[in-house]
């Protein structure tokens, strides 16, 4: 059957593929049908958060942190409670990483502030004597980009049904709406007021100038992002 | 008819080998410089505080990987296929105008997307996921490179003269449809543009943006579907094509079972596919899809070391060609690694070795054995076999190759066992707990504790790039040399080979 297989190459091409898509079809189209559904808590990021992670995903944060807490003991220790799948029902690319060049950072939310990560990003070496983090300082005169951001929210919305706008069920029993803006012009009205929240914490004045100016920085963005994950 | 001598025309080859060397020297020199930023973070800022942000470790890290497969690797498939296609086949791209031209339009599109991927990767526009960070613009343009080169595979095959086709053949078809298939479905993604605001506002934002079709675990599953499988068909089935001729070709000894081939080639092809949950251990994806992945990984060492022990045995009887030919001491290194790196994967992929070697640096040693170790030395070696015929010119210098070979081959070894030492002992450190049950070590801890192994990390990758200049000096010096003989004339008919 072989030699006559490597006579035949349409033949022969059709049964390797055959054979490769075999265990693509038997693995991972049953993940589909059941599509991973949001646990109770899981929402979807605002705007500024957004933007945040993009700006994330820019930097290749992804290269050297991961986002997904394993089910040990030492792990929960470290890090919080072992990640879940539902929570990442909205996370369009999904970030888990493959590396731990540095920590998780799945839930570094709850357990770092505005403060931390402003004085972090500038000079990560000066917070955490030893880190081999690269210092962000561009991150502090960058200005984020909104549109695409806000142009992700509305994708997420349109083509798979993200719930914005909608109420969405939270941990102590009640729920909450996300907004998204109705154009282009409420989107950076709506990104610069949370934007104005998180700069009220910071200290770098260039930033908050920025802000007051209607503009907003990288870093306001990133640091939005980092404090949603919990 | 059929007696006229046939001349092969590696118009093509040469293109590609071009784009091999240089993309090689692209992608390894960032390999080694952020290497060094690791054991060094002051070296992200050497440039100057106003481009830091395109020489910090995390934009440059995928134009690393990026460089050394879609560039490097990628360019000495499509370089091979085009030298190694024509004499199995036993047709010359002569012979049709359509398929030199075919050929030619592949070489200059892939330049131009790699053009796009470079500027594009140093932007900071990426999709995140590993090895299939390009935008979607870029992954229209590498699908039509794909595509060219599909009728270029199946064009040459359609006016061939030998019937049956040679096990290189097998391979380069099979990587032929499992990138096609794995690249396609990776990379669904809608662009950010085609969403309309409430008030009917289009096109907002960057056009080139867009965010995977997939969410969650969804993602993560068939990303690492792709970024396994994208290992066996860049990384492993091609490189086999590239060893089935090579070796004998070289040695001059045949093929040392075709039954073997047989059993390896369908085991590979049937097997590699399900083994890519083992990059998902212990995450959210479902317990069976990861006992699948851990199960299937070990029983691909039986059609990996299939391939390996067919080509070691080819050498039967002729050992002392490893002792004379550097070039043979590549390839047989290159299968040796093979051998190794099949079954350190598997190792990994056990459940409970995973819980330590997930997201350390042993992954990053493990990819860079057989890296290094298996692709590199196979396209080396490869070239080193083509350069005299294709350039019709004697090969500049054995001297330097040797020289060569055990350069590099130090370097990996530096690189290995660094990056063993340093992931064992980063997992064992994140799991340690002392006598009241808190955590041992901080995070800090197990940074500060790696950086020898960062530092000898960075000298082993800098030899194996000074071995690749090396060899980039040698082809060189070839290729520019007088020419020996006019031209090499074979045989049309099959069993003139």
């Known amino acids: 059957m072989f030699h006559w297989l490597e006579k035949h190459p349409f033949l022969f091409s059709v049964g390797v593929f055959v054979t490769i898509a075999f265990a693509g079809l038997v ?64 996370d369009r690319p999904f970030l888990w990483g493959s ?101 009220a914490k910071m200290k770098n004045q260039d930033v908050k100038d920025a802000v007051a100016r209607g503009e907003v920085p990288e870093i306001v963005a990133l640091i939005a992002y980092l404090n949603c994950l919990k | 008819m059929e007696n006229r001598p046939l001349e092969y025309d590696y118009t093509v080859a040469k293109m590609f080998m071009l784009t091999t060397i240089v993309l090689g020297i692209v992608g390894m020199t960032i390999g080694v410089f952020i290497a060094f930023e690791l054991a060094f973070p002051g070296l992200n800022t050497i440039f100057g505080h106003t481009i830091a942000e395109y020489t910090a470790f995390g934009r440059l890290r995928p134009l690393h990987t990026d460089s050394v497969a879609f560039g490097f690797t990628v360019s000495g498939i499509f370089a091979t296929w085009y030298y190694v296609g024509q004499r199995v086949l036993k047709v010359s791209m002569a012979e049709s105008k359509f398929l030199m031209f075919i050929g030619k339009l592949q070489f200059w599109l892939y330049v131009l997307g790699v053009a796009a991927a470079v500027v594009s990767l140093f932007m900071g526009y990426t999709s995140s996921k590993e090895y299939a960070e390009f935008e979607w613009p870029v992954d229209i343009a590498i699908v039509v490179v794909w595509v060219l080169w599909g009728v270029s595979i199946f064009g040459l095959i359609g006016i061939r003269r030998e019937k049956s086709l040679y096990i290189s053949i097998w391979y380069y078809i099979a990587t032929f449809l499992g990138v096609g298939m794995l690249y396609l479905f990776n990379n669904m993604e809608i662009p950010t543009m085609l969403a309309t605001s409430p008030i009917g506002e289009t096109n907002i934002g960057d056009w080139f943006h867009s965010i995977s079709m997939y969410a969650g675990t969804n993602d993560a599953l ?95 009887g002729e050992w002392q060609q490893v002792a004379a030919s550097p070039l043979i001491k590549f390839m047989v290194l290159a299968s040796t690694f093979y051998m190794f790196s099949t079954l350190e994967g598997p190792i990994q992929a056990i459940k409970s070795v995973n819980a330590i070697a997930h997201f350390t640096n042993w992954i990053v040693g493990h990819v860079h054995d057989g890296t290094l170790g298996w692709v590199g030395f196979m396209i080396i070696a490869s070239l080193f076999h083509m350069a005299p015929r294709v350039f019709k010119r004697e090969l500049y210098s054995k001297g330097l190759m040797a020289a060569q070979f055990w350069i590099q081959t130090l370097g990996i070894v530096l690189y290995f066992t660094s990056m063993w030492i340093a992931g064992i002992t980063q997992g064992m450190m994140w799991r340690a707990h002392d006598e009241f049950g808190n955590l041992a070590y901080s995070f800090m801890d197990t940074v500060n504790v790696l950086h020898p192994y960062y530092a000898l990390r960075g000298v082993g990758g800098l030899l194996y790039l000074t071995g690749f200049l090396m060899f980039a000096y040698n082809i060189y010096k070839t290729m520019s040399s007088r020419p020996v003989e006019e031209s090499e004339l074979q045989n049309a008919s099959p069993m003139g080979a």
């Not at chain 1, 470290?78 to 990442?88: D, F, I, P, T, V």
């Not at chain 1, 403060?115 to 690269?134: D, L, R």
């Not at chain 1, 798979?160 to 282009?184: E, L, Q, R, W």
């Open chain 1, 27 to 90: 693995e991972i189209v049953p993940n589909f049908a059941q599509a991973s559904r949001p646990v109770i808590g899981t929402k979807p990021v605002t705007l500024l958060e957004q933007a945040g992670r993009d700006v994330y995903i820019k930097n290749s944060c992804n290269s050297c942190h991961s986002q997904l807490i394993r089910p040990f003991k030492a792990e929960t220790d470290r890090y919080g409670h072992y990640s879940l799948s539902g929570e990442y029902a909205y």
């Open chain 1, 99 to 199: 590396e731990r060049t540095g920590p998780d950072l799945h839930r570094v939310g709850n357990y770092r502030t505005t403060e931390w990560h402003e004085n972090h990003m500038m000079n990560p070496a000066k917070i955490v004597p030893g880190s081999i983090m690269p210092a962000y300082p561009w991150l502090f005169t960058n200005k984020v980009d909104i549109d695409t951001a806000y142009a992700t929210q509305l994708t997420n919305a349109e083509f798979f049904g993200v719930p914005y706008n909608k109420p969405v069920p939270t941990k102590d029993g009640k729920t909450v709406v996300i907004k998204m803006a109705k154009s282009v012009a409420g989107a950076h009205a709506m990104a610069l007021a949370e934007a104005k929240k998180v700069a």
């Open chain 2, 222 to 316: 068939v990303q690492w579907w792709y970024g396994h499988n994208a290992v066996a068909f860049v990384f492993t089935v091609p490189i086999i094509a590239m060893i089935y001729y090579f070796l004998p070709k070289e040695s001059g000894q045949a093929i040392y079972s075709y039954k073997l081939s047989l059993l390896s080639f369908w085991g590979l092809m049937f097997v590699y596919l399900w083994a890519g949950g083992h990059h998902l251990l212990y995450s959210t994806v479902p317990d069976w899809v990861q006992t699948m992945g851990s199960i299937f990984s070990i029983v691909l060492i039986l059609p990996s070391w299939g391939s390996a022990i067919n080509m070691l045995l080819t050498m039967k």
